[in-house]
């Protein structure tokens, strides 16, 4: 910069902005994910992304990685609605805003991937129910058992005993309370039903995947702000992307990621864009969101990132050159 610009953007206090525009570097490839679970997911993400592939190819990876581990409460190992059936939400979306959805899928191990195929080879972005798994089984996925995985099984046995549907939030809640109450596993450990990850690759590019069984024990047929573009998973690739967990409801109220990139356009960093849309759920019903939980990650175009949840205990995982690790997230109540 010559000294009478650099002079010229001193007197309007934006020289040593643009410095720092100038001298910090984008991180990238990196992936974010949400939740402890999410090591693995970016491992699977990171191969690709390592390997200068594209951040669409590599959330589709870690979105099926979570979705084979029958252990976990993601994918068809997840647990059931009241009814005792796992349905399977997800969504996908790349830097060009194509994006694919869907909602209540049943037996279908990929939903993940189902979204992917509807986002690549038709006119429309979501499919539920019925109409989702014949398209799955249409464009050759298989169609699978439909018997509990024996940790969901459990649970559900439990949780029939007295059917009440409260999501609690905090393992001391759960502890105190008895078994079964979602989103926590019999051992008191959370309950971590959805995958939501972001990536940068190597050109720069965003894109986003979610994918889910739901809030257990919900009525069937429910769906949740996880495939829904702009509450569970939003990317705009001049800006950033974001994705969220907990309790959908709350998520869609505000179209949640839509608002998290939307802040971020404004200037908001990755953690403080995930704080306010944690504020505007909190403002809205104070008392309600005592009670639950709501986590939001984003990832702008820096490769910054950040999360802000409403409770204590979301944690968020980082895959990236400088780092691969766990952080907990920053909360508000
Ligand atoms: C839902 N947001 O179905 C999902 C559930 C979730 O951790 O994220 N649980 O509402």
């Known amino acids: 910069m010559d000294r009478k610009k650099f002079l010229h953007l001193s007197s309007l206090g934006l020289a040593s902005l643009n410095l720092t525009r100038i001298s910090k570097s984008v991180q990238k490839p990196i992936v974010i994910s949400t939740w402890d679970s999410g090591m693995p997911v970016n ?26 581990s029958l252990n976990c409460c993601v994918g068809l190992g997840g647990y059931p609605d009241r009814d005792g059936i796992v349905t399977l939400d997800a969504c996908i979306m790349d830097e060009k805003a194509n994006c694919g959805a869907v909602g209540g899928l049943e037996q279908i191990k990929h939903p993940i991937s189902v979204a992917r195929k509807i986002m690549e080879t038709t006119p429309h972005v979501m499919l539920v129910g019925q109409g989702a798994q014949q398209f799955a089984l249409q464009n050759g996925f298989q169609l699978e058992s ?119 356009r404004q200037g908001y960093s990755p953690e403080n864009a995930c704080k306010k849309a944690v504020e505007r759920i909190v403002k809205r019903d104070r008392k309600k969101a005592e009670s639950i939980q709501v986590g939001f990650l984003a990832m702008n175009k820096k490769g910054e990132y950040g999360a802000f949840a409403i409770q204590k205990g979301f944690v968020f995982s980082v895959k990236s050159e400088a780092e691969n690790q766990i952080h907990p997230s920053k909360y508000l109540i």
Request: charged residues 25%; glycine residues 12%.
């Open 43 to 68: 491992a699977a993400a990171w191969e690709i992304l390592s390997k200068k592939g594209k951040s669409i190819d590599a959330v589709e990876a870690g979105a099926l990685y979570i979705e084979n």
């Open 146 to 264: 439909k018997e509990l995985s024996e940790d969901a099984a459990k649970n559900y046995k439990l949780w029939l005993e007295k059917s009440q549907y409260h999501p609690e939030i905090n393992v001391e809640n759960k502890k105190q309370n008895g078994p079964a109450a979602p989103p926590f596993f019999e051992d008191g450990s959370p309950n971590h039903d959805t995958m939501g990850l972001v990536a940068m690759d190597i050109n720069g590019d965003l894109s986003g995947a979610v994918t889910t069984s739901g809030m257990a024990y919900k009525i069937h047929g429910r769906v949740g702000d996880s495939p829904i573009i702009g509450a569970g998973l939003f990317v705009d690739n001049e800006i950033g992307a974001a994705t969220s967990s907990g309790v959908g409801e709350e998520v869609i109220r505000i179209c949640g990621t839509h608002l998290v990139v939307e802040y971020m």
